[in-house]
């Protein structure tokens, strides 16, 4: 049973920097296929970035591109989020989920596909 958990988010000005870690445990390391999520007051749950375990592939939404970055520890367990000139449109919690086997591009930006998901941290960009 593979558990996830997720920390590092807070409060940050526009134009700041924040880093969110989700640790991982269970499972194989090398196989995590990690996914961030986020969802702001009011909206639907949007696909944010991930990482295929096998491969160190790395998929972005378009609205991030540029600006965060995915990246997992040597380990191999702990899967972050580097976020880069932030805006107040990023402010939403924040979700990570692990999605077992082998999935391909499309499967990763899927939340209904993930089977294990974080308790969520929050992020706030604001003066």
């Known amino acids: 049973q593979v558990h996830v958990v997720e920390s590092g988010g807070g409060l940050v000005q526009p134009g700041g920097s924040l880093r969110l870690s989700c640790a991982a445990s269970g499972g194989t390391s090398s196989r995590y296929n990690i996914g961030w999520f986020r969802q702001a007051p009011g909206k639907e749950r949007e696909f944010v970035a991930a990482?295929?375990?096998?491969?160190?592939?790395?998929f972005y939404a378009d609205v991030v591109k540029g600006r965060f970055t995915i990246s997992r520890d040597s380990a191999k367990t702990t899967v972050y989020l580097q976020m880069n000139s932030l805006k107040p449109e990023d402010t939403a919690v924040y979700y990570c989920?692990?999605?077992?086997?082998?999935?391909?591009?499309?499967?990763?930006?899927?939340?209904?596909?993930?089977?294990?998901w974080g308790q969520g941290t929050q992020v706030t960009v604001s003066l």
């Open positions: 989920a692990e999605k077992r086997g082998s999935p391909i591009a499309s499967t990763l930006r899927n939340s209904q596909a993930y089977e294990t």
């Open positions: 990482l295929r375990g096998a491969d160190n592939n790395k």
